[in-house]
């Protein structure tokens, strides 16, 4: 068991810059998602903390080691890899105990092992096949198993469910919970998948073109991301952004003044002239509804006379799309609110849950 | 660098020296000193003396020299053109799986593997004038000749047998190089062109042919570097058709002996070759 | 489907597959007609013997009773001259002799095997180490190796007859027998890194990365992963490279007849079969036969090997 720390991470390929500069501490037990577009540098990062990747400066510790030049089969590591990377010749048994029998563990202990994880895994019929007879759900768990087995200080994770079907997914998904669970090891997990980022983590690290753009516990990444690529990166369907004004007294969207003692979460104390401040609001579909499903007791804010260009009933829920500032603006509404396509409605939102961005920076204010 | 980076970069090194040691002392070292012996008068035992351009000047006025190029010439086009054509025919026939393919595939690969020592024996036998089946076919069953004749025995007509030889023992390679390309072009390209009222002629000139521009070229290259430097088909075949490398071994080791000579002719081919080998890197392997 | 429908389009089809197989094979099929056909049936244009004569092949192999050569009466003469040396009769006598083994096929067969053999093997060895450096590894100079290789591969051999000649005759190895036989072997697997090289180099680029990272993660060094992964899923092609190697070696004839013409105990199959071919001993049955015996390990060699070559697979298919 093992904390990793990241000091100053910067990792070049001949000119560019992939990785610029990241500082993490993940401790012992956690489990730490990285999640970012593609190129945003989380693969290479978990490469590096691994060892198949030499940062080009900075340090990286694990324990109370710094792990810069130790090889990587000299980190006790485990890792699951996207393509599973099962060696091919060797039978499902052999690829898990492979370690093993390299650690000389002795047979009983190894056979002990096996059983417990090929039991924990559903594996037990598939030992004597070939990676090359299994499904694809079936390699992943016999990764899974390769990793688990080890017992390893820390456990990584690139990618692991992106080529299964959606369905394997979240099943999967659920499982590595579990096994996270029972084991407790020191964790990081590679995705480009938000869903498995907010279910699973402990701590969430949004990456964006080699930068950490923010990071912290799911709930905190979900309401209150500091700038706006966070905001939008993370939550399905993404987060409104709407051109909006900054005025002493409130925020103006298009003609709807919200007031602004009741926007929760806005620091800019700097006073704002008389034309306002050009900002970017954020509303979450979510944060949308009708009168009829918010309480008395939320403080909220009225969108009077929006006419719905678009309906999508999603099964449970439905969203809808209507115009605001010039923007194409999406709510989601309680399957039982009753909208018909170019009605004039009115929506409520939570106001503690509306953002203001800085226009040009894309920064919390 | 960091440690483990030159950990693996010292570890690559020690893996590929014996790799750079043989090859660098028995290829890269040898062609140096080729050009070296070449500005000497050399002899079998290794005894030489300095005679400055005096073995360039021997070959560029030595008429012999030039009828070997004008015969690695028609060697080369004959052979180039006609691997290639019958390559690509073989590879068209054979694009589309059937039953047999496997056995048809194995035999057709036959000639290339086997050894150039055993085929020219049935080859020579083909072509012999009292045994063999083509003076019977040409002369006997069809009345095209008049009379048997030894093909192989005289020059003109074996520089022929040859290139015919180089064919059939080379087409394989072609035909491998423009399968792999062909099983390659989708067939939604076929059927598109298919749709667009193109029959197969029209097919092979629209869809085929423009995919395959670059194999061909390729192919053509590689037939070039190869069959520049080819001896044993020629020599063992009919050693009377002196292409430049027969022309080179003869100078180096039978009758007069010149290596000084020989040596002068290999730089100068090795000049051409590395043109094409050059070419080959940079436009094919885009390295 | 598209074309090939027909009728006509289906017989037109096996006519052109006919044609080619036959143009392919029709030299091998006369190889081994001519080796089972008499003399007398030589003229014959059928491929098809009157009668199988196994003689030929009996004779190569050995299997035939070391005919009793009877010693002409003139020569028995001046074998019974007292005045003449023992040694000079037992040369004279021995030369008679001699001609019961005028081929001695399983010699020359066993030296093809020593040189192909250990060529193969000594470069299969070293082009698995130079193929791994050059496609896996990253270190300065990678590159111009790689490039390097490709062209010496490309270099012919005929480029290199003289200079190679020169050095072992400054050397002093040229004028030996054991040192002519030593260069030989160096030359074949000179002639043949540069192949497997390029084969393998290609076959380890396709093999994922990952397989090598993932034996790393689990407590691999470098060296245990080439040793414990790479290695056996390779294993076809290094079969297929080595059989090419061998087959480099077992076809070659240049260097042989420039090192070892001199020396017939070290021939190898190519090189007495030229000799045979032009010598006085010259018989259409035998040479036939002898090339059947050279070709058909070859043939062997390659039927295992095309497993490995099916689909258009085209890593080795550029050498030739």
Known sequence: MAAITLKNIVKSYDKTQVVKGIDLAIEDGEFVVLVGPSGCGKSTTLRMIAGLEQPTSGDIIIGDRVVNDIEPQDRNIAMVFQNYALYPHKSVKENIVFALRRLKVDNEEIERRLSEISEMLQLEELLERKPADLSGGQRQRVAMGRAIIREADVFLFDEPLSNLDSKLRSHMRTEIGKIHNKFGRTSVYVTHDQVEAMTLADKVVVLHDGYIAQSGTPMEIYLNPTNIFVAQFIGSPSMNIIEGTLFNDYLDIDGYHLPRNQLSNVAYQAPITDSGLKVKVGIRPDFFNDKAFFSETEITFNFTGLTIDLIEPMGFDKEVLFNLAGSSVKARLDLRSDITLGAKIDLLVDLSRVLIFDHKTEQRL | ???????????????????????????????????YLSFFDVQLNGYKTFVGFENYIKLLTNTDYYSAIGTTSLYLLGTVVGTTLLGLAMALLLKDPFKGRGLVNAAIMLPYVAPVISVVFGWQFLFDPISGVVNYLFVDALGIWSERTNLIGNPDSALWVVVLFDIWKHAPIAYLLILSKLVSVSRDQYEAAAIDGYGPIGRFFHVTLPELYFVLATVVLLRLIWNLNRFEDVYLL?????????????????????????????????????????????????? | MLGKRTLTGRIGFALAILLLVSFSLLPFAQILSTSLKHQYDWGNPSLIPQTINLDAYKELLGLTEAKKVEMPAAIQKILNNPKLPQDKKDAISAKYMSNDNLFPFGKYMLNSVIFSVGAATFSLVFSVMGAYSISRLRFKGQVVIQRSVLFVYMVGGVLLMVPLYQMAMNIGLASSLWGSAFCLFLIYIVQTLPVGMYMLGNYFRGIPFALEEAAMMDGCSRKEAIIKVVLPLSLPMLATVFIYCFIIGWNEYLFASVFLKQYPEFHTLPLALQELFVSKNAIWDRIMAASMLTLAPIVICFLFASRFMKGGKTDGGVKG
């Open chain 2, 1 to 35: 660098m960091t440690p483990l980076e030159r950990a693996e970069a010292k570890f690559g090194w020690k893996l590929v020296t014996p790799t750079i040691l043989i090859l660098g002392l028995l290829i890269l070292y040898p062609l140096m000193y080729n050009v």
């Open chain 2, 238 to 287: 009919a050693p009377n058709v002196q292409t430049l490398p027969i022309f080179t071994y003869y100078q180096a080791f039978t009758g007069v002996i010149d290596q000084g000579l020989a040596a002068a002719t290999s730089v100068i081919q090795l000049a051409v070759l590395s043109v094409f080998i050059w070419f080959y890197i940079k436009k094919i392997m885009k390295w």
